[in-house]
Nanobody
Framework: QVQLVESGGGFVQAGGSLRLSCAAS????????MGWFRQAPGKEREFVAT????????YYANSVKGRFTISRDNAKNTVYLQMNSLKPEDTAVYYC??????????????????WGPGTQVTVSS
């Protein structure tokens, strides 16, 4: 089992940047594929990015490709989401999630067993 806690959210103007972190408990972090998802008010939770167990393979939603970068540090049990060129439509609660699935291409929320409580990101125009 793994527990996840996100941090780094906040308020930023359009065009700005934020870096989200997700700290995981436990000694088996490197055995989990990790993902970032987001949920805006009144909308379903949507896929943002995933990263393989080793960090060598990443996938992104088309809406964030080229602007967001997912990475992980297995020695620190932490996964990151660097968000650049933020837009008002990026406003949402951002969640990190963990799955024991080996496939890094895991874009569906139901693929994930463990979730953090989320961190709010607000982008003003």
């Amino acid at each position: 089992q793994v527990q996840l806690v996100e941090s780094g959210g906040g308020f930023v103007q359009a065009g700005g940047s934020l870096r989200l972190s997700c700290a995981a408990s436990g000694r088996t972090f490197s055995t989990y594929t990790m993902g970032w998802f987001r949920q805006a008010p009144g909308k379903e939770r949507e896929f943002v990015a995933t990263i393989s167990r080793s960090g060598g393979i990443t996938y992104y939603a088309n809406s964030v490709k080229g602007r967001f970068t997912i990475s992980r540090d297995n020695a620190k049990n932490t996964v990151y989401l660097q968000m650049n060129s933020l837009k008002p439509e990026d406003t949402a609660v951002y969640y990190c999630a963990a799955t024991p699935r080996a496939a890094a291409n895991s874009p569906a929320p139901y693929h994930y067993n463990y979730w953090g409580p989320g961190t709010q990101v607000t982008v003003s125009s």
